[in-house]
């Protein structure tokens, strides 16, 4: 199903009214992870000030060490949907367990499958029966054919509504947290109809190298960014490293509408 040569059409999926795979480059931002009320209604103000289109937050976080922080969990799902109330950012938020869909699909507008869960099949068959925009995030050493098979498991279930994400994958290389693979994006036009978004936060772990990434990836045909915005990054409860203060999206946002006027 995910396969171009039976869909030769461009997928465009529909959020809330606003469209990802269409026209409009998609600018998806926020924290990290939603650390408190006042924090995520702050951040989200200011994406949508700036020009985002959807809000980004983690509730339920994915973390190596099992003493970080983990989540503010159902009161951060709480809470994005307050911010959602008072700015109309449709809400983009990570899932880590089967048995917390319901909740998901009352209060996500797009769910995210980390790298971390690409894998998860039980996961993915389970959002496969919802109607919900699903996130798909590359997995760490995930191939391209992988990342694809793990997007037709939701859309074998009935669930068409599938966006790639592109969030760099290991390497060699330590100098950045991973190495974003920009080929991945013509291949993935070449090979399925899905649209694809990058994130040059995870990508990178470098808050100063998230601007000229996030040209490249316009310049290679991606369909959207997520990018991680933090109203204090020296502070953030996580990946404050590669989080750009919210004057730095406003910025990143002007030099993206000189290179293309999609965004
Ligand atoms: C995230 O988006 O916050 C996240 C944990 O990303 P990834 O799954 O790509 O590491
Ligand atoms: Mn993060």
Redesign the pocket.
């Known amino acids: 199903k995910a396969n171009r040569m039976f869909h030769p059409e461009n997928t465009v999926v529909d959020v809330c009214g606003q469209k990802i795979g269409g026209k409009k480059i998609a600018m998806i931002a926020g924290p990290?992870s939603v650390e408190n009320e006042e924090q995520i209604k702050l951040v989200a103000k200011e994406v949508k000030k700036y020009g985002g289109g959807f809000l980004?937050g983690?509730a339920f976080?994915?973390r190596t060490s099992p003493y970080s922080f983990q989540g503010l969990k159902y009161e951060g799902l709480d809470l994005l949907n307050k911010a959602k109330k008072e700015t109309g950012l449709p809400i983009v938020t990570?899932i880590m367990s089967p048995c917390d869909i319901p909740k998901f699909v009352e209060c996500a507008d797009i769910i995210?499958v980390?790298?971390?869960n690409m894998q998860n099949f039980d996961l993915l068959k389970e959002l496969g029966k919802t109607n919900k925009p699903i996130l798909l995030?590359r997995g760490l050493s995930a191939t391209i054919e992988e990342l694809l098979m793990s997007a037709e498991y939701i859309m074998a279930g009935g669930n068409e509504n599938v966006i790639l994400?592109e969030?760099g994958i290991r390497t060699f290389e330590t100098y950045t947290r991973n190495t974003l693979d920009l080929s991945i994006i013509p291949a993935i036009k070449k090979l399925s109809h899905l649209p694809v978004v990058v994130?040059p936060s995870?990508a990178t772990g470098k808050w100063w190298m998230v601007e000229s990434l996030s040209k490249a990836a316009i310049a290679v045909g991606a369909d959207g960014l997520?990018i991680?915005v933090h109203n204090d990054p020296k502070n953030a409860l996580c990946?404050g490293a590669q989080s750009i203060k919210p004057e730095v999206f406003a910025d990143l946002m002007g030099e993206l509408k000189i290179i293309s006027n999609a965004v």
């Open positions: 990290c980004r983690g976080k994915p990570e995210q980390g790298a971390r995030k994400c969030r994130d995870h997520i991680e990946d």
